[in-house]
């Protein structure tokens, strides 16, 4: 079983930023061959892919962060990070860190078996 719990979520005004943090536990790291991915939704809208840490360290974003947002992850492979920067009203939503085992470079929800009970933004304008 494989276990993610994100934190850093909160509010705050457009422009500003925030850094999201996702604790990986679990059997996942017994395989060692996996990719983590961040994702959001927002009210009446689908979930959306933002950004992966591929398995052998490959990052892919989606178009509408690329320059604002940043995934990492730490040397200990055990926290996944989304630093978020001149946040917009439209990236309130709820954000989620995901995984699956194996490489991918998707931003499909469908691509990822384990997910976090996700964390809220709300920036306002």
């Known amino acids: 079983q494989v276990q993610l719990v994100e934190s850093g979520g909160g509010s705050v005004q457009a422009g500003g930023s925030l850094r999201l943090s996702c604790v990986a536990s679990?059997?996942?790291?017994?395989?060692?061959?996996?990719?983590l991915g961040w994702f959001r939704q927002a009210p009446g809208k689908e979930r959306e892919g933002l950004a992966v840490?591929?398995?052998?360290?490959?990052?892919f974003y989606e178009d509408s962060v690329k320059g604002r947002f940043t995934i990492s992850r730490d040397s200990a492979k055990t926290t996944l990070y989304l630093q978020m920067n001149t946040l917009k009203s439209e990236d309130t939503a709820t954000y989620y860190c995901?995984?699956?085992?194996?490489?991918?470079?998707?931003?499909?929800?469908?691509?990822?078996?384990?997910w976090g009970q996700g964390t809220q933004v709300t920036v306002s304008s």
């Open positions: 679990g059997d996942i790291y017994i395989t060692s061959a996996y990719s």
């Open positions: 995901a995984a699956t085992v194996g490489w991918t470079s998707s931003l499909r929800p469908s691509s990822y078996n384990y």
């Open positions: 840490f591929a398995r052998n360290g490959g990052i």
